[in-house]
């Protein structure tokens, strides 16, 4: 799978870093990537996608692991 701008991802908790439960993010930067212990990890910043599909108002970061990474059906961000 590609992170890209634009996309929007669902990632398990014990999947990236930092926060708790699922996270759903439409990405709007990737700041970078690294490998730590064989596994590829993407810097991302991006809007939270809410359980009830609404956006949160301010951009967030997150590292996740490429690995672990599902594409879901985009969100429109404004």
Excluded: H, N
């Amino acid at each position: 799978m590609t992170i890209a701008v634009g996309r929007t991802i669902r990632v398990r908790e014990d999947a990236y870093r930092f926060g708790t439960g699922t996270l759903t993010l439409a990405i709007t930067e990737v700041l970078g990537t690294q490998t730590v212990d064989g596994v590829v990890w993407v810097q991302l910043k991006g809007r939270e996608i809410r359980p009830d599909r609404s956006v949160a108002p301010r951009e967030r970061y997150a590292a996740v692991r490429v690995d672990a990474v599902t594409e879901i059906e985009p969100v429109r961000v404004r």
